[in-house]
């Protein structure tokens, strides 16, 4: 069991990536913090890790709200007595927009889950990972201004997760010395509930058209990646097969970036 005995937090675990990946840390042992603003997604994701044999807590919070935020923290390192790994997974697309027409309240709200969220998982979880004598960190980034820049309108998404990126490779030193990796992954295509939450105006406006080379997704021949790709490579970071990566950027997109 590659996480017997450890704890692990994740946050958007309803759905999508954080849900495949807290049912993975279960699958291999971990205690497993099962964070989403949504009460009956959560608690279907740990009804099904409970009935596969795992543990799991359920915690409701808005990752953008410091004082839930700080009690599904205090809550999850309280119940299973210690806080290993964090995976801050929890993001929005947001409004896709051309930046004169991207309104300010559209923007902010981009800000507040996909960077703010993180800031505040982050802030509230390293004291824990410091008690524990080391940790592992998880951001969920993208290839989106990371690798590509060409989705319309989508400059207050790619501005956080460009920011992601940034906070990652900067705590990778901050935190080093604590014996605590921090690094991100960054997904292409996969096939998630996330465009639920996207709105898109003016694409043809922002977008500049260009003719693809025939499929988009190189390796699958333009398929999109599943969440259980996604999952697998958070996996491989949190273990200690990868205890000498830290401040890295993992691209899990199917060779996609590399055409844009």
């Not at 759905?15 to 042992?29: D, N, Q, V, Y």
């Not at 309108?153 to 920011?163: C, L, M, R, S, V």
């Given at each position: 069991?590659?996480?017997?005995g450890?704890?692990?937090?994740?946050?958007?675990?309803?759905s999508?990536?954080?849900?495949?990946?807290?049912?993975?840390?279960?699958?291999?042992?971990?205690?497993?913090?099962?964070?989403s603003?949504?009460?009956?997604?959560?608690?279907?994701?740990?009804?099904?890790?409970r009935?596969?044999?795992?543990?799991a807590?359920?915690?409701?919070?808005d990752?953008?709200d410091?004082?839930?935020?700080?009690?599904?923290?205090?809550?999850?390192?309280?119940?299973?007595?210690?806080?290993?790994?964090v995976?801050?997974?929890a993001g929005?697309n947001?409004v896709?927009?051309?930046?004169?027409?991207?309104?300010?309240a559209?923007?902010?709200?981009?800000?507040?889950?996909?960077?703010?969220?993180?800031?505040l998982?982050l802030?509230?979880t390293?004291?824990?990972l410091?008690?524990?004598?080391?940790?592992?960190?998880?951001?969920?980034?993208?290839?989106?201004?990371?690798r590509?820049f060409?989705?319309p309108?989508?400059?207050?998404?790619?501005?956080?997760?460009?920011?992601?990126?940034?906070m990652?490779?900067?705590l990778?030193?901050?935190?080093?010395?604590?014996?605590?990796?921090?690094?991100a992954?960054?997904?292409?295509s996969?096939?998630t509930s996330?465009d639920?939450n996207t709105?898109q105006?003016?694409?043809?406006?922002?977008?500049?058209?260009?003719?693809?080379?025939?499929g988009?997704?190189?390796i699958?021949?333009g398929e999109?990646?599943?969440?259980?790709?996604?999952?697998?490579?958070?996996?491989?970071?949190a273990?200690?097969k990868?205890?000498?990566?830290?401040?890295v950027?993992?691209?899990?997109?199917?060779?996609?970036?590399?055409?844009?």
């Amino acid at each position: 069991m590659l996480f017997a005995g450890k704890v692990a937090l994740v946050t958007g675990a309803g759905s999508g990536i954080g849900r495949a990946t807290a049912e993975a840390f279960a699958r291999h042992g971990a205690s497993v913090g099962v964070l989403s603003r949504t009460d009956e997604e959560v608690e279907a994701v740990v009804r099904e890790i409970r009935a596969l044999g795992g543990d799991a807590m359920a915690l409701v919070a808005d990752v953008s709200d410091e004082a839930s935020m700080r009690a599904a923290v205090d809550r999850v390192a309280g119940g299973f007595g210690a806080l290993d790994i964090v995976v801050a997974n929890a993001g929005i697309n947001g409004v896709w927009a051309p930046i004169d027409d991207l309104k300010p309240a559209e923007w902010d709200e981009t800000i507040a889950v996909n960077l703010r969220g993180t800031y505040l998982t982050l802030h509230l979880t390293v004291p824990y990972l410091r008690a524990a004598g080391e940790g592992v960190i998880v951001v969920v980034s993208s290839i989106n201004g990371t690798r590509t820049f060409t989705t319309p309108g989508a400059t207050a998404y790619a501005a956080t997760k460009a920011a992601q990126l940034a906070m990652v490779q900067q705590l990778a030193l901050e935190l080093g010395k604590s014996r605590i990796r921090v690094n991100a992954i960054c997904p292409g295509s996969i096939e998630t509930s996330i465009d639920d939450n996207t709105r898109q105006r003016g694409a043809a406006e922002a977008g500049i058209p260009v003719v693809w080379p025939k499929g988009e997704v190189p390796i699958s021949s333009g398929e999109p990646g599943t969440a259980a790709d996604v999952a697998d490579a958070i996996l491989f970071l949190a273990s200690s097969k990868a205890r000498h990566i830290t401040g890295v950027p993992l691209w899990i997109d199917g060779g996609q970036g590399l055409l844009r």
